[in-house]
């Protein structure tokens, strides 16, 4: 036993796993640098010959580091200001002011028209509301942006969703919202509202809310005056759900705080997107990064979002990411009814989006050639295809837009909408409450041109659809 004992020892001197760790890379390199050091077999000093001389630690150092770096600065996102060309055309942002017209249910002061009027079936002009850029529809609410950056908001003031003192002026009068700032974009969900400002801040003000009520903004309350969201961020984006906000920042990363119910934020697992489990409400409110692959950097170029669900464009490659609600096929996912984290829409994907709308259970899109394009939930004529025995689960176009250039799509709950480049404006889908704006409260099963009073007399800019009415942004034409 002591001679195996011995001869084991001394045969087979294997080192602890420290040591071991120690002398791997160098093994390796010499392993790679060249062949082996052969024994000179002389009589005198034994000496070791070299066929291959190995390269001193400082050359290999010198190559090797180059290449390190090389692949670091490739992929070091690119930092957008909001000036920039890029940004702009994310925006949308249109050449020319104009004015404001509404329809539908206007018992909550959204039409703008004053209290006494409470339903509009055909579009009217809001008074004294001049020199508006940008619109953003909710379920109750407006938001609208003027030329000189200013945010103007009127109807449901019930979760501080208007960001301004109401007891004067009323909820039906359009009023100016105090900002630090001048603004470029604002969004607007069912109680909540957003502004992106020049300088890359947002504010944000109003509430959340999920099946259990009044979920908060930024803590558990709402916030009845703007409040600055992630201020260690500039952000170029930002797009509201009915009761989510998405922001997209200059380095090209998307982030998200609000309800997640559906799967909406993109970042929490079904489990945790209730308000009571854990530190839920938290998680929820605090706003977040989203992360679309693991392992991999995904920059992300442009971003939307739905009722219940977010839109999200790969920068590098022809993919869409979606998540949310999916329960019609209406984010063109496969055998799910939610997606509680980022999924490639094969649907989407492919094609260079120009705006996507996405409503209760149904999205209307249009590509970079004005073609529009409809996918999710048949009932009410909301896809505008006529009579149909199925819901749509492909992209399909819509055939009576098929030979018009459209410049922007909207969808209300159950309604769509679509602007054509010579300013007219196309209208389809449920019309129980005068949303359509025809003068009826017949849904409409296919693409219905609106040629009432007021619309015949003005060039559609843009088109948005809340709850129960519609908001568009129109330019008078020359006489």
């Known amino acids: 036993m002591p001679s195996k004992k011995k001869v084991t020892n001394t045969s087979n001197k294997r ?50 580091m180059p290449v390190k770096r090389a692949k670091t600065s490739r992929k070091k996102p690119e930092a957008f200001q909001n000036d920039d060309p890029k940004v702009k ?50 379920g109750m609410h407006n938001v609208c942006l003027t030329d000189e950056g200013k945010v103007i908001t009127f109807g449901c003031n019930d979760e501080g969703a208007l960001g301004r003192d109401t007891n004067e002026g009323g909820e039906a009068t359009p ?13 607007a969900g069912d109680s909540h509202s957003a502004a992106l400002m020049e300088d890359g801040r947002v504010f944000v003000w109003g509430s959340f809310r ?27 984006k930002i797009a509201s759900g009915s009761d989510h906000l998405v922001l997209l920042d200059n380095t090209r990363k998307v ?23 854990g530190r839920g409400g938290n998680k929820l409110l605090t706003p977040d990064q989203v992360y679309f692959k693991i392992n991999k950097k995904v920059e992300i170029e442009n971003i939307w979002a739905g009722s219940y669900a977010t839109f999200a464009k790969n920068a590098n490659t022809d993919d869409l990411y ?12 496969k055998n799910c009814d939610k ?40 009932e009410y004529g909301r896809l505008g295809l006529g009579i149909m025995s199925e819901d749509a689960t492909e992209l399909v176009l819509v055939p009576k837009l098929s030979n018009t250039k459209c410049i922007d799509v909207a969808a209300g709950t159950a309604q769509s909408f679509a602007v054509t480049e010579n300013g007219k404006l196309y209208a389809w889908g449920m019309g129980s409450e005068g949303q359509l704006g025809t003068g009826e409260e017949d ?37």
């Not at 009023?175 to 969004?187: E, F, N």
């Not at 982030?255 to 489990?277: I, M, N, V, W, Y």
């Open 15 to 64: 080192k602890s796993p420290d040591s071991q760790t120690n002398v791997a890379m160098p093994v390796k390199k010499a392993k790679t640098s060249g062949k082996k050091p052969e024994v000179s077999q002389n009589n005198g000093p034994l000496k070791i010959k070299v066929t291959n001389k190995r390269k001193s630690p400082d050359s290999q150092d010198n190559v090797a």
């Open 443 to 479: 849904d409409i099963l296919e693409p219905r041109l609106i040629e009432s009073k007021y619309v015949k007399e003005v060039e559609v800019l843009r088109v948005s659809g809340g709850g129960q009415h519609t908001i568009i942004l129109a330019k008078k034409s020359i006489e």
């Open 175 to 187: 009023g100016l919202v105090d900002l630090p700032g001048r603004a470029i974009q604002v969004t």
């Open 89 to 138: 055309e994310l925006l949308r942002q249109v050449t020319t002011s104009g004015i404001i017209l509404t329809c539908g249910q206007g018992d909550t002061g959204q039409l703008g028209l004053g209290d006494d009027i409470l339903e509009k079936t055909r579009f009217a002009q809001v008074p004294n509301l001049l020199n508006i850029v940008a619109i953003a529809g909710s």
């Open 339 to 378: 997606s509680f984290h980022p999924k490639v829409s094969d649907t989407f994907s492919g094609r260079k989006w120009v705006q996507i709308s996405s409503g209760q259970h149904h999205t209307i899109a249009l590509d970079d050639k004005g073609q529009v394009y409809i996918l999710g939930r048949k």
């Open 210 to 236: 999920d099946s259990h009520g009044t979920l908060g903004l930024l803590t558990k309350n709402k916030e009845s005056a703007p409040v600055q969201i992630l201020s260690n961020k500039k952000f170029i």
């Open 322 to 333: 979606v998540f949310g609600l999916n329960n019609y096929g209406q984010i063109g996912l």
């Open 255 to 277: 982030f998200t705080c609000g309800c997640a119910e559906q799967g909406q934020l993109g970042r929490l697992p079904e489990r945790k997107t209730d308000r009571h489990s």
